[in-house]
């Protein structure tokens, strides 16, 4: 096809440098080279062929009709009695100049052409990406579409069923198993797995209480189950470690354990996808399985707490510290006693519409009437308890007075008629502790004490 395209851009420079002088002999036959004319009508040539072609062939035009003229001239024609100099000189300065404008024209043709390039293959690029995207967030839809609650209602739903069944004789995963799966099967890609009932033994049993999908028969000697067994742990095989042809147990353990770490079932699952093989995931169904054996747990005893405002309390916060342990996160503990009952509507709806769905908010009252908010930010580091204040108007720099200490700090507001004491729930934190201190700062000794130890602290200051 180049050679081609070069052939034909040769012939046509030929053609069009020969003819002019065919073209001046059928106009004047004793001057086919316009040597007696005003104009130098022969430099066309040359110039056409140069802007068309580039240097190369316009000289070769040019070279072509000097040729022709001087050849006429040594052989004594008559239509070339002199030899013309001057145009001679002007065919090949013309060519220079129109070559010179058509390599520069070229340039930037070239130039146009790369940046078209390159923005065509980021164009291509982007509009691959955009028909990925496009198609990912249709499945999306549809996926969400499918799914008409979301992981906090499903948990909500399960909380009424385990609920509805207090009191109830049975195994405690009776009636429950399927919801169970059914939540997990939703949200972590589950796609085949069993949930079995553990004794006061911590023996596992042999036969599943519900299935999602035909679950291979459990095997007692499972290393997957038995460290989620021994640990109280979610457990996982390890791929890079393990022939994939030699994978035909469980894949995944999820225990339900609840705060006082006793193990009331496993979910094991038998079948999953790759990409759900990961520490996320496996974080995820830890919590999952903690709140599940919490439920199972009441659910076990038969005895209800929602009126007890310290045992839901001590629930949930030993919860919480148990995932702050494992999923090396922090959390946050927040009581605040509030004296007026003005000052009480005002504030819980301020908490009621502040917080978020994964917060936890028990409002119990002391003996002297006053209301107690106490909250739990599971996730959230001082900073964002602090955000929290700020939005809530119960910041460090509106408070009439602040007491810090190692790990928590308390305020007073109002003429000590709103009192707020935040905990930094770390690694290390104790419940026991934090309960014992919640208790003071409920009584009004936490404060006292702190400005004592204070003033104590200001008297021995040497300075």
């Known amino acids: 096809m180049?050679?081609?395209?070069?052939?034909?851009?040769?012939?046509?420079?030929?053609?069009?440098?020969?003819?002019?002088?065919?073209?001046?002999?059928?106009?004047?036959?004793?001057?086919?080279?316009?040597?007696?004319?005003?104009?130098?009508?022969?430099?066309?040539?040359?110039?056409?062929?140069?802007?068309?072609?580039?240097f190369v062939h316009g000289i070769t035009s040019a070279a072509l009709l000097i040729g022709l003229v001087s050849i006429g001239f040594y052989l004594g024609w008559p239509q070339v009695p002199f030899f013309p100099k001057e145009l001679t000189v002007g065919l090949l300065l013309v060519t220079v100049v129109a070559a010179e404008f058509y390599e520069s024209w070229i340039r930037k043709t070239k130039l146009l052409d790369h940046k078209y390039n390159h923005l065509k293959v980021r164009m291509d690029k982007f509009a691959r990406t955009y028909h990925l995207l496009k198609g990912s967030h249709y499945q999306l839809e549809q996926h969400l579409a499918s799914q008409a609650k979301s992981l906090r209602l499903s948990l909500l739903d399960l909380k009424k069923k385990i609920l509805s069944l207090e009191g109830n004789k049975g195994e405690p995963l009776t009636g429950v198993g399927e919801n169970i799966l059914k939540i997990i099967g939703s949200y972590a890609n589950v796609q085949m797995g069993g949930i079995y009932a553990v004794n006061e033994q911590g023996a596992i049993s042999a036969k599943p209480v519900a299935c999602l999908g035909q679950p291979r028969a459990l095997s007692a000697s499972d290393p997957v189950v038995g460290e989620a067994l021994r640990t109280g742990h979610v457990a996982s095989i390890e791929l890079e470690k393990n022939d994939s042809a030699a994978v035909v147990g469980a894949l995944v353990a999820v225990p339900l354990v609840d705060v006082y770490h006793k193990i009331w079932g496993v979910v094991v699952v038998n079948e999953m996808p790759l990409f759900a093989l990961q520490e996320s995931t496996m974080d995820f169904l830890a919590v999952l399985g903690g709140k599940m054996g919490d439920l199972i747990k009441r659910r076990a005893e038969a005895y209800s707490i929602e009126n007890d405002g310290r045992k839901v309390f001590e629930s949930r916060l030993r919860r919480i510290l148990g995932?702050?342990?494992?999923?090396?996160?922090?959390?946050?503990?927040?009581?605040?006693?509030?004296?007026?009952?003005e000052l009480q509507r005002k504030f819980l709806a301020r908490f009621q519409a502040e917080l978020r769905g994964v917060d936890e908010l028990l409002i119990t009252k002391d003996s002297w009437g006053r209301q107690v908010f106490l909250i739990l930010l599971p996730y959230t580091d001082e900073m964002g308890a602090n955000e929290l204040l700020n939005r809530i108007e119960l910041s460090?720099?509106?408070?009439?007075?602040?007491?810090?200490?190692?790990?928590?700090?308390?305020?007073?507001f109002c003429n000590r008629n709103i009192r707020v004491c935040t905990w930094i729930l770390a690694n290390k934190a104790s419940p026991e502790k934090v309960l014992s201190e919640v208790d003071q700062f409920c009584k009004n000794e936490f404060i006292d004490t702190t400005i004592v130890g204070n003033q104590n602290e200001i008297i021995s200051d040497p300075v």
Do not use: C, M, Q
């Open 2 to 54: 180049l050679e081609k395209v070069v052939n034909i851009r040769w012939t046509e420079s030929i053609a069009i440098s020969l003819s002019f002088p065919v073209i001046g002999y059928a106009i004047d036959p004793s001057d086919p080279f316009y040597l007696n004319y005003r104009f130098p009508w022969l430099i066309l040539a040359p110039l056409l062929t140069s802007l068309r072609h580039g």
């Open 323 to 341: 995932d702050v342990k494992y999923l090396k996160t922090s959390a946050v503990a927040i009581a605040t006693v509030v004296t007026s009952e």
């Open 396 to 412: 460090k720099s509106s408070a009439e007075a602040v007491f810090p200490g190692s790990d928590k700090t308390a305020f007073s």
